[in-house]
C-alpha cells in the first residue's frame, strides 16, 4: 500500500480529511467536535488512537473545533506554522507542549515515511495553507480556503494523483443570496474563497487528463449545491477537452459523511 485517502467530511459547516500510508495515519484538520470526528473515523473503521498526528490548515472553527479534545484524548501530535499556533491556542485549549510542532510555510517537512509541503494560501487568517502529501511517486494535494490561486500554488499541486480543490460557491447565488452585503464582499475577495468558475479554470491549467481523482471541496451550504458545482466545472474541462467520464474522476466531496477511501498504488 502506498496511499489512502478519504475526505470524511467537507463544507461550510466542518472540515476533516484522513491521510494513512504504510507507517503514518493522519488528520488534515478536525473541524467538529471530537465525538463527531471519532464517529467519521468509526466509518472507515479507524481507530483515533492510531493516529500520528493532526495537520492544520488554520485557525477557524470549521477545521479546529475537535484539534483540542482529541490531541488530549489521544495524546496526538498537532502540526500547525506559527501564524496558527498564535491564533488558535485560546480556542483550542492546552495542548502538551510534547504534542506542538510546529513547521514554516512552503518548506517540506518529513512525517514518518511521508514528505508534506504546506502551500501558502491566501485567506483572511493568520496564516493560511493547503497540503501536498507525498509518498514516494504518490501525491495528494489539498487546496480550500484560498480566494486565489497563483503560479505557485498550481506548480506545487501539478501532477497530482488526487487533487482536493475548494469549490465554495455559486457567484451569482452568492450576489443574489441572502447573506449580508459585507459577508458577500469577504467571500469574494482575495482573502476569501475559490468560486466554482475558480475551481474549473484551476484544474483546467493543472489537470494532464491521467485519470487523477478530483474532489470539489469545501461547497457552501446557501450559495452552492452539489450538482451546480459539478456542473459548472464539469462544462468547463469539458470545453478544455477534458471528459470526466473518460480522462478524470471527479466528485463532489459530501458535507456529512465520509467518501469512499482512494487507494494510490
Known sequence: MSLRFCSLSSGSSGNCIYVESDRSKILIDAGFSGKQVEKLLDSIDVDPSELD????????????????VL???????????????????????KIDEDNILIFKNDLYFGLRDLDILPVTTSHDSAEACGYIIQKGEKKI???TDTGLYNTEMMDSIRGSDIFFVESNHDIAMLKNGIYPYR????????????SND????L?????????????LAHLSSENNSPRVAFNTVNNYLLSLGLDTERDIDMTVANRSYASGIIELE
Open 203 to 215: 484544474l483546467g491549467d493543472v489537470l494532464q487528463g491521467s485519470g487523477e481523482k478530483v474532489f
Open 198 to 201: 475558480d475551481c474549473g479554470r
Open 141 to 143: 494535494s489539498l487546496l
Open 71 to 93: 490531541s488530549r484524548r489521544y495524546r496526538i501530535p498537532v502540526i500547525a506554522n506559527e501564524g496558527t499556533w498564535c491564533a488558535m491556542t485560546n480556542k483550542i485549549g
Open 53 to 68: 498526528a493532526i495537520l492544520v490548515t488554520h485557525e477557524h472553527s470549521d477545521h479546529i473545533k475537535g484539534v483540542g
Open 183 to 194: 459577508l458577500k464582499q469577504r467571500i469574494l475577495s482575495s482573502k476569501g474563497h475559490l
